[in-house]
């Protein structure tokens, strides 16, 4: 299919066009350099790098997305890598109300004793490390209860036999000797 660009047009633009690429090229060569040098002068790049894209976004996002880590991370039943002190980044020590983070803070809870119980631990009582009776205990127990049966459901299936394959027949199988 034949352009309708004209001939002049077309090598104007690839002109410009390679000339941004050579120095993009340059560019991008420079920042790799640079960012060799700082590494052996002991910077540690990808914190700083980290550090450059934190400080360009506006700084209630950047809080907001401290806080969804934090969330992310109890939703897995973990932490973060550092201590997160929600008053760091807010005037106010949260914006949900307490029965949400209540809430949230049972089902971190209870998402630890469901990996308890996935893990194979004994006996929800023994390893639940919350007072007796409380909810934060009671929480633990309900997911170590749902982890241990996940668990003894997949170990019954990788029991079973495995299902025999059927070989597809032969297409000369399906002929009839008509002799």
């Not at 002049?8 to 002109?15: G, M």
């Not at 040098?37 to 506006?58: E, F, H």
């Not at 949260?94 to 630890?112: G, M």
């Not at 007072?131 to 996940?150: M, Y």
Request: glycine share 6%.
């Amino acid at each position: 299919m034949p352009s309708n660009v004209p001939p002049e047009v077309y090598l104007l633009h690839r002109r410009e066009i390679a000339e941004a690429r050579r120095v993009a090229e340059e560019s991008a060569a420079k920042y790799r350099l640079t960012l060799k040098r700082a590494d052996r002068a002991g910077i540690y790049t990808k914190d700083m790098l980290a550090l450059i894209a934190l400080q360009r976004r506006d700084p209630e996002e950047a809080a907001a997305s401290f806080r969804r880590m934090a969330e992310y991370a109890a939703m897995e039943g973990k932490s973060l890598p550092v201590p997160l002190q929600p008053d760091l980044f807010s005037d106010s020590q949260s914006d949900a109300p307490k029965e949400v983070v209540e809430e949230f803070r049972l089902q971190a809870i209870e998402q630890d004793g469901y990996m308890a119980g996935v893990g194979g631990t004994e006996s929800s009582l023994v390893h639940n490390i919350h007072g007796a009776g409380t909810k934060e205990a009671q929480a633990w127990a309900r997911g170590w209860s749902k982890g241990a049966e996940f668990k003894k459901n997949c170990d019954e299936l990788a029991g079973e036999e495995e299902p025999k394959v059927v070989q597809p027949r032969r297409r000369a199988d399906n002929i009839v000797n008509l002799q």
